[in-house]
């Protein structure tokens, strides 16, 4: 197309040439002494005649400009008018519904390869359908690759296949070069980097290396890990046959780490704001079934957690919510207790919830509701009744 272009302007320009010539007559003189030349301020190669600049010369140069370029695009859109598909392709039976699916566009920059494997994946279930591939194929190509199949012959495509080798023998350039095994021998964790950042960097490099090297991957990975790194002496005692097992236990690492909770002890700063020395109950408020709920008794020497009729009231509790619990209690004065029943109701604390198994007795106590051993053991808290706190681990 560019040529065609400068072809028609070399075109335009000798013509307007021609024409300038035609409009200077210099045997004509109007009448005058053939041997009077009046001189010139301006030097002749500067001069301009009012005649070229007519608006009879222009129309006639913008009409001829015009003609030109109308050829030129109707040679340019006959060009890409031309179907580059034989008659079989043309004439090929296409699906009566089909919906084109969502394809990458190719650039012309990245890997050929990927893109036809990835058109080839999304157009899987119409793969035998050779007329359909060859006539979506090109609605993947971006604007530089769409200039080559405009250009490609009049039937000269008989094929998918024909296609993707043109295809591929013009962007050759941009395939992908895999990267040489001796890639892998230079990855070595720096020192202060992080696991997750050094995997990352050594898997996207191995993932470039075409061939199977398993057993060189995961020696090489082991020797570039510092020497004093968990997963290297992890490795050295057990090691792994295969990169699957080795992601296995980098994954089971990294889950230890995570699992490893702080030690929860209490300070001489934990007694602030107590009175000391003191024989108070450890009293606190916590979220119970939604609702803040004040003078919760924490006892770790009871094996079960008791609601008061005050908090079955004010959580306007029924009969019908509680389910049966025919265990006899103990009370606190020795008194054998008959539970009215058991509900399960949801206690927060902070960002952690848990469910709390409550049983409901009807006897008189200063206190809403008792929390006990099944609580802590489950939230994972312990407390202090000398500090009059309870500490537990919290996720956030």
Known sequence: MQLEIDRLKRKLRHEWQSRTLSFSDPSSNDGGD????????????????????????????????????????????NQISRSPFTCRIEGGKLPRRFTQPTLTMYSGRTDLVEHVIHFNQRMVVHSRNEALMCKIFPSSLGPMAMRWSNKLGAGSIDSFKELTRA?????????????PLDSLLSMTMQEGETLKTYSDRY??????????FDNVAIRTFKVGLLAEHDLRKSLTKKPV??????????????RAKTNIRPALSFSEEDKIGTTQPHDDTLVVTLRIGGYDVKRVMVDQGSGVEIMYPDLYKGLNLKLK???????????????VVIPKGQIRLPVQVG??????DFIMVDAYS??????????????????STLHLKVKYPSSD
């Open 203 to 212: 898997w996207e490099m191995f993932n470039e290396i075409d061939e199977d």
């Open 351 to 356: 960002l952690e919830v848990v469910e709390v």
């Open 34 to 77: 053939s041997n009077y030349r009046p001189r010139l301020r301006t030097p002749p190669s500067e001069s301009f005649s009012y005649e070229k600049d007519s608006p009879h010369s222009r129309r006639s140069k913008n009409s001829s400009c015009k003609g030109l370029g109308n050829d030129a695009m109707s040679r340019a859109l």
């Open 241 to 254: 046959r295969s990169v699957r097992r080795l992601m296995d236990r980098i994954v089971e690492l990294k």
């Open 167 to 179: 295809f591929g023998s013009r962007f050759i350039t941009s395939s992908r070069v895999p990267r």
């Open 321 to 335: 919510d509680l389910t049966a619990y025919n265990s006899p209690l103990i009370s606190f004065n020795g008194k």
């Open 366 to 383: 200063p206190y809403t509701a008792i929390v006990a051993r099944p609580w802590f053991h489950t939230l994972g808290a312990v407390s």
